[in-house]
């Protein structure tokens, strides 16, 4: 597909690169290491990984299994067996995945831009925010975001059998990579009744090409027919599916998830900046380079990397539960190399252009936006977990008998000491969240407990843009499992309780509320009265 690749790498230097690469993200990452496991890595991807390493199953048995394909739960597990299970294990295994996903995007930005074009693609990915943080996660995204990228660069040499083997391994990294090579066939049919050519190739050499790209799905759909043999349902646990597939099928909130997925790779997290750049130097002409102009991306490049962002952008807009930027992380490096080259081609001054936006970048590590966003974007999970963190080492070493009300994940971070929250097991009753119905319906429920976790469970921006669209903010409520969470003084008055620890971070809070009696209905029903007054 690219005219005059450059020469193969030897495995020295890549060997050169990743270790460089490694050893930079080791640095920048190095507070961080020792953190307990986060929420979906504690309510998920570490335990499986631990039931593989305990057991030999690829099916989680502590927790119900999501039908995620095994590859990195089996990654964790070996890198567990060699240097031992804990938190800063984890994260040094997934920051040596996140060093070889970079590795990938420097040799694809190279092989179809250049040596600063690629240099500067990797610089803006490894700093942006929900790449950064996903870096030393346990889970699957980065990695399969990664490998995505592997198979591209094969795809773009024209190496047929790689092309197979990187982009299987995405799949059964994370089952939604398959939409990577789907959608190069589906970009490689439109060439062939188009005439988007990048050189002659013969007919058998195209089916070799189409049927590389169709080997994820045959390993994908044998992962599937094993779950099913195991568990005797396919695509994971029924409340699974039903949440992140069964609930989204309604076409208002596919158009809501639809504006949300084209606002995650090209605006957020200050994204708009190096998105507001690029389109404002399309105005440039291409600056000279000696006899000629500088080059762009190839168009079939370029267009390959459209039909991945496209696929990727309308399927989850339809499927997922949580609307998550993470999981469109194969389709940013991809933004990113094409929006830096257009950069480079046609501003004269692009580097000092490009530092300032890896400077905003850096800032929304730091500081929040004004609107709602997942904790794991940014440095908020590490406000999360220090938060957790305290109240759980309260909660141990005051009542360490207590039975203790709380929402998912604290009674995973209560309950199974390996996430590192607590030493020992404590007892918890579960509710969903912290809303006035859920407290109320734990208090009623006649399940006795003698303290109340409560938290934060979503990040509220004291001034939220688009805070009085009241369409917006009921249609979060509906489709996107919105809600508000009582503060503290209120849960511990509903419940019947005092508080006695509080601590605030960043718009984030965590209380411990000491249950002594169920406040009575009257004053329930009044609250409820304030509360629809006041929507």
């Known amino acids: 597909m690219v005219k005059d690749p450059l020469k193969q790498e030897s495995l020295r230097g890549q060997l050169a690169y990743f270790f460089l690469l490694f050893a930079g993200l080791l640095g ?76 990938g995007i420097y040799r694809l930005a190279r092989r179809v831009a250049n040596a600063e074009v690629a240099i500067a693609s990797v610089i803006c990915t490894a700093v942006y925010p929900v790449f950064f943080v996903q870096s030393s996660l346990a889970q699957v995204d980065l990695a399969s975001a990664g490998l995505v990228m592997w198979g591209l660069l094969a795809y773009v040499e024209d190496r047929a059998l790689a092309v197979a083997i990187w982009f299987s391994l995405a799949a059964l990294a994370k089952e939604t990579a398959i939409l990577a090579p789907a959608a190069l066939v589906v970009w ?11 050189g002659r190739s013969l007919p058998a050499r195209a089916s070799k090409k189409m049927f590389s790209l169709c080997v994820p799905a045959l390993f994908l759909a044998t992962w599937y027919a094993y779950h099913h043999f195991r568990t005797g349902f396919t695509f994971g646990n029924p409340e699974f599916f039903r949440y992140n597939v069964r609930a989204t099928m309604h076409p208002v ?15 957020y997290m200050n994204l708009w900046v190096l998105t507001l750049a690029a389109i404002l130097a399309m105005w440039r002409p ?8 500088r080059p762009r991306i190839e168009l079939p490049v370029q267009y390959a ?14 499927i997922g539960g949580a609307v998550l930027a993470r999981y469109m992380l194969p389709v940013i490096p991809l933004v990113i190399i094409v929006f830096i080259s257009t950069l480079w081609r046609r501003v004269r001054a692009w580097k000092p252009l490009v530092a300032v936006i890896v400077c905003t970048f850096v800032v929304s590590l730091f500081v929040n936006p004004p609107y709602g966003f997942s904790l794991e974007d940014n440095f908020a999970y590490r406000d999360y977990i220090l938060l957790h963190q305290d109240a759980a080492h309260f909660l141990e070493s005051r009542y360490p008998h207590a039975t203790t009300l709380t929402a998912w994940p604290a009674n995973d971070e209560l309950t199974r000491p390996y996430l590192g929250y607590v030493h020992h097991p ?50 979060k409520i509906h489709f996107f499992d919105y809600h508000h969470d009582l503060p ?19 718009g984030q809070w965590v209380a411990l509320v000491e249950i002594h009696e169920i406040h009575d209905a009257r004053w329930i029903n009044l609250w409820e009265q304030s509360v629809a007054t006041a929507r």
């Open 28 to 103: 920048l990452h190095a507070e961080l290491l020792r953190l307990p496991y986060f929420w979906d890595e504690a309510g998920y991807y570490v335990p499986a990984a631990r039931d593989l390493l305990l057991t030999g199953s690829v099916i989680p048995i502590s927790t119900p299994s999501n039908a995620h394909p095994p590859l990195v739960m089996g990654y964790l597990a070996l890198w567990w067996k060699v240097a031992g299970f804990s938190p800063i294990t984890t994260r040094i295994a997934m920051l040596a995945v996140a060093a070889f996903a970079l590795l």
């Open 488 to 506: 503290p003084a209120v849960a511990a008055r509903i419940l019947g309780g005092d508080v006695v620890f509080e601590e605030h971070r960043n």
């Open 286 to 293: 291409a600056l000279p380079d000696g006899a000629h102009e």
């Open 426 to 475: 404590m007892r918890v009753v579960r509710i969903n969240d912290f809303t006035l119905e859920q407290l109320v319906s734990g208090a009623d429920s006649g399940v006795s407990f003698d303290m109340a976790l409560v938290f934060s469970t979503k990040y509220q921006p004291p001034h939220p843009l688009l805070a009085h669209w009241r369409w917006w903010q009921e249609a």
């Open 253 to 267: 909130r596919m158009l809501l998830a639809l504006g949300m997925r084209l606002w995650q790779p090209f605006c």
């Open 305 to 318: 990397f459209l039909a991945i962002g496209i696929v990727y952008i309308i399927a989850m807009a339809a």
């Open 188 to 198: 490689e049919i439109v060439r062939k009744f188009t005439g988007h050519q990048a």
